[in-house]
């Protein structure tokens, strides 16, 4: 298991490198695959805790190995901008912010033998005493350093109304590919100056275009963050999916079905260029995945991995930025383990992702050379009916505060 981790751990020192170096969801080896983090019961939902309510959260990952290595993992307090802070563990948590992870299950019936890795945290006898922002780290026994995988959580006192809304932008342009994110904040009981509040909105599970957004004024005795640039996001387009539950019949946006030494490979459908198409609404799980096999009676431990090999036609490559898979099976990043890359041979953009059988929905964004986000109007189109889910986190840092607090957590679904 050492030599699987050796690769990564350079890119960990260089990422991690200081304490004010934002953290991400990430797998640092290739032998972790399936990861899922979630509220328990909530599969397709944040992993949000509320401060109090004695919720847990499900970790389930898979690790492509015959012998189980001894995992640990523990916890750090993070501030609003996702960079590790000054707490200590008994300023935020009853407990220990570390752990062993004992429960595991060996898979059975499949080509390509896996490990089974799940937890349920924080422990029985532990509770977190501080909201905020916080990571979650899996690594080796013994080898702090050997990193396998990041997941970020969040824990709301929820102790503020949080609402939001979407609608047309203020502004008047674009209202046909573009949607405003408006909010408003009712304190209640508490005093609250919106000097020292952070409001920032997610569209679904994306961070490269996530941002704060900004205070505007009050309406009554509501904060109000409305009418702003920054409230206003490019629509996207309803999200692509495939379904690779069955290997012996193709679903969904599957072409076919070939296995060759001992490997499964599933053809997906061409992509297509969709930024001119008109809009069709089609449901999917906003980037989501679940994993399942119709033959199987337990896909957990039954389902098989599959090369899914994606391929966009196209007559010349792009020569000012690149091609990316988005989506929770790359954990939304555009890095090289998402982007596509270009054969001249096939004239197509072409991409192959080893995944376990089920259900994966994505989008395939185009991002500028130099740039850090992604774009959905080169390649998706642009649209103000796409059903984007918008999470909104209000922090507060008041003068004085060694940490961040995460007052509420609120979700919007377009249009």
């Known amino acids: 298991m050492k030599h699987l981790v050796k690769t990564a751990l350079l890119a960990l020192a260089v990422c991690t490198m200081g304490r004010a170096q934002t953290v991400s969801d990430s797998v640092w080896t290739p032998a972790v695959k399936s990861v ?47 960079q590790p802070d ?28 896996y490990i089974h890795f799940r937890h349920t945290l924080p422990e ?10 916080y990571l979650l780290t899996v690594h080796l026994d013994g080898e702090p350093d050997s990193v396998l995988l990041t ?23 674009d209202i046909e590919r573009r949607q405003a994110v408006d909010a408003l904040v009712d304190p209640g009981t508490l005093a609250l100056n919106p000097r020292y509040l952070a409001l920032v909105a997610q569209q679904n599970g994306r961070t490269d275009n996530q941002r704060t ?28 999916f495939f379904d690779a539950a069955n290997l012996r019949t193709p679903l969904y946006n599957i072409a076919r079905i070939e296995q060759l030494g001992g490997e499964v490979y599933a053809i997906l459908r061409p992509e297509e260029d969709r930024s001119r198409r008109q809009y069709i609404y089609e449901a999917a799980l906003n980037g989501g995945m679940k994993i399942n096999a119709w033959d199987r009676r337990n896909p957990t ?31 939304w990043k555009l890095d090289s383990a998402s982007r596509m890359d270009y054969n001249p041979s096939l004239r197509a953009y072409t991409k192959r992702l080893l995944l376990k059988q089920g259900y994966y ?32 986190y209000l922090y507060q840092r008041e003068p004085g505060d060694r940490a961040d607090r995460l007052l509420a957590v609120s979700q919007v679904v377009a249009p």
């Not at 012998?67 to 523990?74: M, N, V």
């Not at 039954?302 to 091609?323: K, T």
């Not at 130099?370 to 103000?384: K, P």
């Open 301 to 331: 431990l039954e389902a098989d991995y599959v090369w899914v090999n994606f391929s966009l036609p196209m007559a010349q490559p792009f020569l000012d930025g690149s091609v990316h898979i988005v989506g929770g099976l790359t954990d």
């Open 151 to 173: 997941r970020r959580f969040w824990v709301s006192e929820q102790a503020v109304a949080l609402g939001a809304t979407v609608g047309r932008p203020h502004d008047g342009a």
């Open 36 to 82: 899922a983090f979630c509220r328990a019961g909530s599969p397709q939902e944040p992993p949000v805790l509320t401060l109090g309510s004695r919720q847990r959260l499900e970790l389930a990952f898979d690790l492509l190995a015959d012998t189980p290595p001894t995992l640990r993992y523990s916890i750090r307090h993070c501030n609003a901008a996702w």
């Open 124 to 133: 029985a006898y532990a509770e977190f005493t501080h909201s905020g922002n």
């Open 213 to 240: 957004l900004e205070f505007s004024g009050f309406d009554r005795q509501r904060l109000a963050f409305r009418n702003r640039s920054c409230n206003i996001f490019d629509g996207g387009n309803t999200f692509r």
């Open 361 to 392: 929905s994505y989008q395939l964004l185009f991002k500028p050379a130099g740039a850090t986000q992604g774009q959905t109007a080169r390649l998706e189109g642009d649209h103000r009916e796409a059903p984007n889910r918008y999470t909104l």
């Open 86 to 113: 000054s707490l200590e563990a008994y300023d935020f948590m009853t407990g220990f912010p570390q752990g062993d992870i004992t429960q595991y299950d060996f898979s059975f019936t499949t080509l390509r033998p």
